[in-house]
């Protein structure tokens, strides 16, 4: 069973997604390679420089639906195209001032982002492409860069030595190192040696999470978290497969994006309302198995207690920090690596928002 569209509202993402409901098994990353050639063939020292974009795939565990969700709320991106089977966003650069730490009164820079997702050239599914502006925003001590000519994200693009010599008997013997040296090429100085525009050289070196079209029946396609009112001050976290609440229909035998049979997950509520140095980074947390009911009483008082017995959960309104809790579910067996979905929700304000 699965609930498509129940799962694009959770998620809070447009209908026309639902095309591109499936896995993530693997994605692939892009970089580039420059080699600076000492050149000796002809008797005197040459340099000059050659490169290649190097491909690699890795298998990497996602879901399209909760991609698209993440780079909508938590990355910032805007909808700027959207039709069925085709979609684009775009965060685009602005800057950022800081006022804590080494780094107090500085601005940076902050590069844009696309997202472009369209059908794969193999026909089974969607490349989900996302295209960084390629350049650092700080210098390697941390402060703000000059972004007239920067040097590349780390990552993006490397630089090797090369040499070139001429034997005895005509031979040309080419040797590379074997790990890249010291990066200093910078923006002018990559797009000279590749000719390439800047967009270009971007889409050359970005990464793309490849989505496989699989049956929302036998695959798990999205996970969502939900917090409902059960009644005055009292909330209910739901967890959800596929649009489906799970304590209702069991996903047992589901496969996950990274190919195994669906192991189970726990439930948590989580409090941050400082003082929050517990083993999760929050003020305190309880712990359901999944089939358990996650029903809590809410109340406010003068500590932060969580009461087992009447399943109450007290906060200090009184401290200076905002009071919220987390619903947080995980894929057992649940280490802090493995899949997860949380909803945060602010007990002062009422906001809401998945996390």
């Known amino acids: 069973m699965a609930n498509t569209q129940l799962a694009?509202?959770?998620?809070?993402?447009?209908?026309?997604?639902?095309?591109?409901?499936?896995?993530?098994?693997t994605k692939t990353t892009r970089s580039l390679r420059i080699y600076?050639?000492?050149?000796?063939?002809?008797?005197?020292?040459?340099?000059?420089?050659?490169?290649?974009?190097?491909?690699?795939?890795?298998?990497?565990?996602?879901?399209?639906?909760?991609?698209?969700?993440?780079?909508?709320?938590?990355y910032g991106h805007q909808i700027e195209e959207i039709r069925q089977g085709y979609m684009e966003t775009l965060k685009?650069?602005?800057?950022?001032?800081?006022?804590?730490?080494p780094m107090s009164g500085k601005t940076f820079y902050v590069g844009w982002q696309k997202v472009k997702i369209s059908p794969n050239t193999k026909g089974d599914g969607y490349s989900f492409v996302v295209t960084t502006e390629p350049w650092m925003n700080v210098n390697r001590d941390g402060s703000p860069a000059d972004m007239t000519n920067p040097l590349p994200l780390p990552g993006t693009c490397y630089k090797y030595a090369r040499t070139k010599t001429k034997s005895s008997t005509g031979t040309i013997n080419i040797w590379t190192s074997?790990?890249?040296?010291?990066?200093?090429?910078?923006?002018?100085?990559?797009?000279?040696?590749?000719?390439?525009?800047e967009q270009e050289?971007?889409?050359?070196?970005?990464?793309?999470?490849?989505i496989v079209?699989?049956?929302?029946?036998?695959?798990?396609?999205?996970?969502?978290?939900?917090?409902?009112?059960?009644?005055?001050?009292?909330?209910?976290?739901?967890?959800y497969i596929n649009g489906e609440d799970t304590q209702k229909v069991s996903p047992s035998g589901m496969i996950t994006s990274y190919g195994k049979t669906y192991p189970g997950y726990v439930f948590q509520w989580r409090l941050y309302n400082g003082d929050e140095g517990g083993v999760y980074g929050?003020?305190?947390?309880?712990?359901?198995?999944s089939s358990e009911d996650t029903t809590i009483n809410i109340a406010v008082g003068s500590t932060n207690t969580f009461d087992v017995s009447t399943k109450t959960l007290t906060y200090n309104f009184a401290r200076p920090e905002v009071a919220k809790i987390l619903a947080y579910a995980?894929?057992?067996?649940?280490?802090?690596?493995?899949?997860?979905?949380?909803?945060?929700?602010?007990?002062?304000?009422?906001?809401?928002?998945?996390?």
Request: proline fraction near 3%; hydrophobic fraction near 35%; glycine fraction near 6%.
């Open 8 to 25: 694009l509202d959770l998620l809070g993402i447009p209908q026309e997604c639902a095309s591109f409901e499936g896995q993530v098994q």
């Open 36 to 74: 600076e050639v000492s050149d000796f063939t002809s008797g005197k020292k040459q340099v000059y420089y050659e490169h290649e974009f190097v491909e690699k795939n890795e298998l990497f565990g996602a879901y399209p639906f909760n991609l698209i969700s993440n780079y909508i709320y938590a």
């Open 92 to 101: 685009p650069a602005t800057t950022s001032y800081t006022d804590i730490g």
């Open 178 to 197: 074997r790990n890249p040296v010291t990066q200093n090429l910078k923006r002018s100085d990559i797009l000279s040696i590749i000719k390439l525009s």
């Open 201 to 210: 050289y971007a889409e050359k070196i970005g990464v793309t999470f490849n």
């Open 213 to 239: 079209t699989v049956s929302n029946k036998t695959h798990i396609t999205s996970i969502a978290m939900d917090i409902v009112d059960v009644d005055l001050n009292k909330k209910k976290g739901i967890f």
């Open 282 to 289: 929050c003020t305190l947390s309880k712990q359901y198995s």
């Open 330 to 355: 995980e894929f057992l067996p649940a280490q802090g690596k493995n899949e997860c979905m949380g909803r945060m929700f602010n007990l002062e304000t009422g906001e809401e928002y998945n996390w």
